[in-house]
């Protein structure tokens, strides 16, 4: 076995891309995709202004939403000028204080301020339409209270009255909705799984490619097999560990269950992504048609893990689609223990729900077997030839 | 070598090499019907949440009522305390819970005020937002209907009413994608990166799989197989383009209002750019299973640069600045303003010479990786 464990290292070793695999380029994804998020919250977004009163009351308006840390207000002379801005995606929402908006507040009329947000930009526009309605309701409602206190309600009474309903609202799990702890952990998971999922299949390719299968073969196929899992599972989990010591360590963000669990999920995550690639390496016995079906397996794992629109409300194929994805079955027990800090029981009832990937075992044998027969007649027959 | 069979040469190895053939025409058609299939429901509706009802009044039940009618939300259970409460979102019978306080209807009515409490799994944003945003109008309602029974009670005409509980209204639409939908937000920009991606991925294998060897490209000069190839691609990915830019956009509901010549005018540029630096691209690469990987590995960064999911200002400017070297990046910007968002021309433009830049500097690495990797085959 040592020997075999020699022969995988000393092929990592002669492999410059394999060994940048599994060194400089997760470092370098990591910290990039890190670094575009790093900004966390979204702030000082630009929303284009257009105020056709130029009135006491407008000017406060537009006060209020400068002191709100999402908002950047830029000032517009008209509305077209304000709607090329956004279709231009330079504002990403705009806001039109009326012409004679304080009369009308005056003379007992019904004045409306229109909000326009870019929901092409989904997230952005969500974000801002509740920003801006916050900023402008309390700064109506100040308004409203002056009013009050000049109808004679004592000062006590008359904020009860505005605010006669409060709401206190909790983000549980993620206390300021940072996108930082959103989005990096399944960002980075989704990027480890694409990683695995290369250095196993160039690890199998290799072989291929250097018409190294007969060798393989004639050391024990399982042999060589646990070999390359022992090699590369402790590899690539270190990878892991260094995602979640970048992102509980490091950046120090809050974490509930255990470290060792999360490890010892992903070392389950990586026993099924192992037996897909192997699968599709029996069956395809090509490099670059390996690479490019086990690409377009994994490339879109990211949306069917369920963090950024939710797994029940996806159609009935998506969730099973979901289900073929080991990092969709990783994601779950990783929110579980970061986030809930579930219990052992919990978790493996969750490693149970990968039973559906040993049912590839049989179907590697196979397809396994055959490779090794056609392996053969091509070998015996070269050598016929070279006897003949 | 004519200019003709070079191309033909050319279409015939990317039709009958199943690894391209695969990644180009399988992969388009299964990434169009993959990547919009998880958003097909458009918006997260009937959450589950739970109330804790500290106040079992007929205002109370009349809340929960309202909260199980909102479209987002809906009601899974009655809990005594807030622990309770966290156990379930845990577990994920529940994705958030409402907090109804002791004496909640006598306050109101005595005028004091009252706190609802509403908490929500912010692991998962929409449904947090969805979660937030039907119990806070369901609130808002529950006090704007105790207050205006009050004033009417004290003597105010209803019309008077209205007007005093909201003197000005705030109306907030969405521009762009009206329906706050999640496939008309990813799929126009996603469909054009994997039109980028698989370009690329099809013209490095190409290329990878010929450099040092034997065949018809040797037989042409770096700008005849250049210019032969950059046509075969342009001519496949026209009908690509049409597929998706066309068809798809109409079947998934992508609001469109872009004018048809503008917007062919517009991907003309990127899809000769593309080419070109899929061509200049597969001189990097003598190994055929190597250019999938690396744009594999770039996929995500390319998309998130292209600044729709994250905004742009908040991207540092070293990211930004080095996306400005991929097509996809500023096809997908401009495509949206111009498409999805009714940009005018002018205000696109910018990015068209843009790729027309970026097809130049390209090509002149295009010609002299080919010439380079012919010459030393």
């Known amino acids: 076995m040592k020997q075999l464990i020699k022969r995988e290292l000393n092929a990592l070793w002669h492999d410059p891309w394999q060994l940048a695999l599994v060194s400089y380029i997760p470092l370098v994804g990591i910290f990039g995709l890190w670094w575009l998020f790093s900004a966390g919250l979204p702030r000082q977004l630009p929303v284009a202004i257009v105020d056709q009163d130029q009135s006491q009351i407008s000017r406060m308006l537009v006060r209020q939403l400068t002191a709100n840390a999402a908002i950047i207000p830029i000032h517009y002379q008209d509305i077209n000028s304000a709607k090329a801005s956004m279709e231009k995606a330079e504002t990403y929402a705009m806001v039109v204080l009326p012409f004679q908006l304080n009369r009308d507040l005056l003379t007992g009329h019904q004045p409306s301020i229109d909000i326009r947000y870019n929901s092409q930009y989904l997230l952005v526009g969500k974000l801002l339409s509740s920003q801006l309605q916050l900023s402008l309701a309390d700064g109506l409602k100040r308004k409203a209270l002056i009013k009050q206190l000049a109808a004679g309600v004592p000062m006590a009474q008359a904020e009860v009255n505005l605010n006669l309903v409060k709401t206190q609202i909790s983000a549980l799990y993620n206390a300021n909705s940072n996108y930082v702890v959103f989005l990096l952990p399944p960002l980075l998971i989704a990027l480890g799984q694409l990683l695995a999922m290369l250095v196993f299949a160039n690890s199998l390719n290799r072989e291929l490619r250097l018409n190294t299968m007969q060798e393989w073969f004639s050391l024990g196929t399982r042999r060589v097999l646990w070999a390359k899992i022992l090699v590369y599972t402790p590899l690539i989990v270190l990878q892991g560990r260094l995602i979640l010591t970048l992102l509980y360590q490091y950046l120090g963000l809050p974490l509930a269950g255990q470290f060792g669990q999360l490890l010892l999920a992903q070392i389950v995550m990586l026993l099924a992504v192992w037996l897909m690639v192997l699968a599709i390496f029996f069956l395809l016995q090509d490099s670059a048609r390996v690479v490019s079906f086990c690409t377009a397996l994994f490339a879109p794992a990211f949306p069917f893990m369920g963090i950024t629109f939710p797994t029940q409300d996806m159609p009935k194929l998506a969730q099973w689609w979901r289900e073929l994805m080991p990092s969709s079955h990783y994601i779950d027990t990783h929110v579980g223990l970061v986030s809930y800090g579930q219990s052992f029981a919990t978790f493996t009832h969750q490693v149970m729900s990968y039973w559906g990937y040993l049912l590839l075992i049989p179907v590697i044998v196979f397809l396994a077997r055959r490779v090794k027969r056609a392996t053969h007649d091509v070998a015996a027959e070269t050598r016929c030839n070279e006897a003949s | ?377």
């Open chain 2, 1 to 377: 070598m004519s200019f003709w069979s070079l191309m033909m040469a050319d279409l015939k190895s990317i039709v009958t090499d199943k690894a391209i053939a695969i990644t180009l025409f399988g992969g388009v058609l299964f990434y169009s019907v993959l990547y919009p299939l998880p958003y097909l429901n458009e918006v997260p509706t009937k959450q589950q949440i739970v109330v804790i009802d500290g106040d079992h009044s007929s205002l109370s039940r009349q809340l929960i009522r309202h909260a199980d009618a909102s479209p987002k939300l809906d009601v899974v259970g009655q809990l005594t305390t807030i622990d309770q409460a966290q156990q379930w979102v845990a577990s994920g019978k529940a994705h958030g819970f409402m907090v109804i306080p002791e004496n909640f209807r006598r306050d109101l009515i005595r005028q004091k005020g009252v706190t609802l409490a509403y908490g929500g799994d912010a692991n998962y944003f929409l449904i947090y937002s969805a979660v937030v945003e039907g119990l806070m109008s369901v609130g808002i309602d529950a006090g704007k209907y105790v207050q205006f029974n009050g004033l009417l009670a004290r003597g105010s005409s209803a019309k008077q009413v209205k007007h005093d509980l909201e003197p000005i209204k705030l109306n907030s639409v969405p521009a762009f994608n009206p329906s706050l939908g999640y496939t008309p937000y990813v799929v126009p920009g996603v469909l054009l990166l994997v039109l980028h991606q698989t370009l690329l991925i099809g013209a490095g294998i190409l290329g990878a799989g010929q450099w040092g060897r034997e065949g018809y490209w040797q037989q042409a000069s770096a700008l005849k197989l250049i210019l032969a190839r950059v046509a075969v691609f342009a001519l496949i990915y026209s009908f690509f383009t049409c597929f998706y830019v066309g068809f798809c956009n109409y079947w998934y509901g992508v609001s469109v209002q872009g004018d048809l010549g503008q917007v062919v005018l517009f991907l003309v540029p990127f899809i000769l750019c593309t080419a070109v630096a899929g061509v200049a691209f597969s001189c990097l690469f003598t190994r055929r299973d190597l250019p999938t990987q690396v744009l594999l590995l770039i996929s995500m960064p390319i998309l998130f640069v292209s600044g729709f999911i994250w905004p742009l200002e908040l991207i540092p400017s070293p990211l930004v600045w080095l996306g400005q070297l991929v097509p996809a990046v500023s096809t997908i910007q401009g495509m949206l303003q111009l498409n999805q968002m009714g940009a005018s021309w002018p205000s696109v433009v910018h990015f068209w010479w843009q790729l027309w830049g970026l097809a130049s500097v390209y090509f002149v690495l295009a010609y002299f990786g080919v010439r380079y990797r012919l010459n030393k085959g």
